[in-house]
């Protein structure tokens, strides 16, 4: 079970996969919340959850006490616990509470956590009570963001879902990105969009609740984040058509990603070719500054962010570098199997099993292992180089500009390890 097979060269969608179950090395899904409360301006998220959750959060953020963040856990305490107070009481009374104080809250997100689950609050009914005392002024919205089964990317998917039956109805013909993404990063798609004449195009999530894009039978959607699976399910059942393509990572993926988009709108070849050359010609060489670190070198990952085939297929194709093994928690094709067209590979591995992934790992010693903070200390000291998994969610990436600073997360850790070899032989 241990041992993989080998992948041929060529496609890996319909390759064997490793499955795995065991322990993982993960985040939760109450992450999420750190780029999402940055992105919806008039949203609050109000995690139902213990005193770890809070620490989490406080640390992530690296919020000052003194802050007014967009973000908050109503405590569980331990007569919550133990079934000695009515939770949704209290949790009527902290929401108002907090509305109270923060009348600028349109939306509200009920983020269920480990503890809230354990002991079965019902956050759905919680947020149609909630909704109906304080309808019109705020929407009150519930999603998991418990990290017992998933893992920490989810927790914008599930986010992303909740909102999804409630967006209003339209029959028009429009393009939904569906993804969170830096403002500056977002803004540099819809210029290509309204520049090859794509358009209406609107965005979930939306900055503000004013803002939120209405679907129907004649919206096509295409997805920023390969983690957003449930999401994109709830919007096919609303009618909306998903519009499949490799994620915009680097200059490949990106033209692949704009070009999918640019067939279904009946955008002409030659306005493509002149929206897009230029900042094609940028993108590659901001990638060959970077290639000279990668090329060559071998890559392995384990399993976290859920964006590990797109970026094995940009460091693969764009970078040259040679995928050992490429660990997803989990895939699915009908979002990753464009990538996975284009992917060489020796392994894919679904899901994790930590100690023999490690075991694994180790015996290939790879030039540049991805894998999350927990492990990367541990490998390091064992002489392997590696990236933190979560900098790659963090950090603008997506898109051309953006090409030249992807590749640079890769051969940072190369350099430095080169460095540190140097001043070692001195």
């Not at 008039?42 to 000052?64: E, I, K, N």
């Not at 803002?211 to 957003?228: D, E, R």
């Not at 070719?273 to 290639?291: D, N």
């Not at 015996?363 to 894998?371: F, M, N, S």
Request: some cysteine; proline content about 6%; overall charge negative.
């Amino acid at each position: 079970m241990n041992k993989p097979a080998a992948l041929t060269q060529g496609s890996c969608r319909d390759a064997p996969i490793l499955k795995e179950r065991g322990q993982r090395e993960v985040f939760c899904g109450l992450t999420g919340i750190i780029w999402l409360h940055r992105k919806m301006q008039d949203a609050f998220f109000l995690v139902v959850g213990s005193r770890t959750c809070a620490h989490l959060l406080q640390s992530a953020a690296g919020v000052m006490i003194f802050a007014e963040p967009r973000f908050g856990t109503a405590i569980l305490e331990e007569k919550d616990l133990a079934g000695l107070a009515d939770a949704h009481e209290e949790l009527d009374r902290e929401v108002g509470r907090l509305l109270e104080r923060r009348p600028d809250i349109k939306q509200l997100f009920l983020v269920g956590s480990c503890p809230s689950e354990v002991i079965k609050i019902d956050l759905s009914r919680a947020a149609e009570r909630l909704t109906k005392i304080h309808a019109p002024h705020v929407r009150v919205l519930n999603y998991s963001g418990s990290g017992i089964e998933t893992t920490f990317t989810q927790g914008e998917d599930a986010c992303l879902e909740s909102m999804v039956p409630v967006l209003p109805k339209t029959e028009a013909a429009e393009l939904l990105l569906v993804g969170a993404l830096p403002d500056v990063v977002e803004d540099q798609a819809l210029k290509l969009l309204d520049d090859m004449g794509v358009g209406p195009v609107r965005v979930l999530p939306a900055g503000r609740a004013d803002g939120i894009p209405a679907i129907g039978s004649n919206t096509k959607f295409a997805l920023l984040q390969p983690f957003l699976g449930e999401t994109a399910a709830a919007l096919t059942r609303r009618g909306a058509h998903h519009i499949p393509a490799p994620f915009p990572f680097g200059e490949e993926g990106t033209t692949l990603w704009l070009r999918a988009i640019a067939d279904q709108f009946g955008v002409d070849d030659d306005t493509f070719e002149r929206v897009t050359a230029a900042p094609r010609a940028r993108a590659r060489k901001a990638v060959a500054a970077h290639a000279a670190d990668l090329t060559g070198k071998s890559i392995f990952f384990f399993p976290d962010s859920q964006l590990e085939l797109p970026l094995a297929r940009f460091l693969t194709r764009e970078c040259g570098m040679h995928a050992l093994e490429v660990g997803a928690p989990y895939i699915h094709k009908g979002l990753v199997g464009p990538d996975m067209d284009l992917l060489h590979a020796e392994v894919i591995s679904e899901g994790q099993d930590v100690d023999k992934q490690l075991d694994r790992c180790r015996a290939a010693r790879p030039d540049l292992t991805v894998c999350g903070l927990g492990l990367a200390n541990p490998l390091e000291a064992e002489g392997l180089a590696t990236k933190w998994a979560i900098e790659l969610v963090f950090t603008p990436v997506h898109f051309y500009e953006q090409a030249g600073d992807l590749a640079g997360l890769f051969s940072r850790p190369l350099r430095r390890k080169g460095l540190l070899k140097m001043e070692a032989a001195e």
